[in-house]
């Protein structure tokens, strides 16, 4: 069955790419990783559409061009050391691990995390599967040259922006439960530029530096 469903991606992909990702590199790892090993068996016809998708945990996986847009703004070459803040299923994470040396996700939920370690060893051997509050960013193997935030952030975080390198970039939605900006910052020897991308539509962050909407006794 590899055939109609390679044939399905490369649909995607056209999609995408009418839809304004211009990137190559983007569209050649979205091309390659496999998004229907990171949904529910159920939802499987549908894992090639450019829609979010309902992966459990009220998580949704994201809209592909959502995820290649915030890649695309990253501007990775390669070799770069990742943050992701927001395992959900993996794939983001998986598509980002294609075009970086490595990344480090983090995810608050037990239950996700759980599901998308043994995934992304598989697929993306060059992730690593943190489970915990991202929400300050991940102090342990910062900097970073890239931080991918993938839950809307109540504002932008300064402990996370610390752990950028000079140079580094971090794509975010930040704003209300109601209206988000996707942003991204790059930084400088001397300050923090930062630029809107357009309206987006994220589940939101909790933990110490997001929203506070999560019963404690689920962290765990
Ligand atoms: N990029 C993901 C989509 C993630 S949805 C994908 O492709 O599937 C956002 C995820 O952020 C959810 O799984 C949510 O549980 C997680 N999250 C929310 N707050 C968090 C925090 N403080 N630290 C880590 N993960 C968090």
């Known amino acids: 069955m590899a055939l109609p469903r390679l044939a399905t991606r490369e649909q995607l992909?056209?999609?995408l790419r009418k839809a304004g990702v211009r990137d190559e590199r983007v569209l050649e790892a979205i091309?390659?990783?496999?998004r229907e090993a990171f949904i529910p068996e159920?939802?499987?016809p549908w894992a090639c559409d450019n829609i979010a998708l309902p992966i459990g945990d009220q998580q949704t996986i994201s809209q592909p061009y959502v995820v290649a847009?915030?890649?695309e703004a990253l501007h990775l070459a390669g070799t770069e050391h990742v943050l992701e803040i927001g395992t959900g299923s993996g794939y983001g994470a998986a598509v980002a691990a294609e075009m970086a040396g490595d990344v480090v996700t983090i995810e608050i939920l037990a239950s996700l995390a759980k599901a998308a370690a043994p995934r992304l060893k598989e697929l993306a051997?060059?992730?690593t599967v943190i489970q915990g509050d991202g929400s300050l960013g991940w102090p342990e193997f910062a900097p970073y040259d890239a931080i991918i935030i993938t839950a809307n952030s109540p504002t932008l975080p300064r402990p996370v922006l610390r752990q950028l390198t000079n140079h580094g970039r971090l794509v975010a939605p930040i704003g209300s439960l109601k209206e988000q900006q996707l942003v991204v910052v790059e930084r400088s020897e001397?300050?923090?530029t930062t630029r809107d991308l357009g309206p987006v539509r994220f589940v939101p962050l909790i933990g110490a530096g997001g929203f506070q909407l999560l019963d404690?006794?689920?962290r765990n």
């Open 69 to 71: 847009c915030m890649i």
């Open 42 to 44: 159920r939802l499987r």
């Open 216 to 218: 404690p006794a689920r």
């Open 13 to 15: 992909v056209a999609v």
């Open 31 to 34: 091309r390659r990783v496999p």
């Open 125 to 127: 051997p060059n992730v």
């Open 190 to 192: 001397t300050r923090f």
